[in-house]
């Protein structure tokens, strides 16, 4: 009885801690500007479309595409390792897309975003790093 009380416990500290971070997400929802235009270390910057981050551990942020076409990206730091990707916008794509930082690997998944105009891309971190972006490559 006694140690099922305390887990019962446990687990609504758990959950307000889940809510606390939930809250803070929203909050911080719009990192921008992660280096005030020193650059980084991959040798690829600009951003000047969209430079998100970086991001906290499990922090999302978001970018509206308001017309067509497609915006290739990276990450700043991981740009030489192959962490790229596509957000590419046209009548055929989706209303509004996810994107998974690095949650296997230095990548963003789904590799290329399909959404239509006006849509809007969140990317999410899924790594235990807090040091990824996503910049526009230009
Ligand atoms: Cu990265």
Redesign the pocket.
Known sequence: MNSQHRASHAFAFGSLLLLLSLAACSKNSSPTDPYGGGGGGGGTTSGSQFNLGPFALGQSATHTFATAGTFPYH?I??ANMG?RGTVQVDAGGADSMLVQ??AGG?SFTPTTAHVKPGAVVRWVNASN?T???VTSDQ
């Open positions: 990450c730091v991981h962490m930082i690095a230095f790093l040091n990824h972006t």
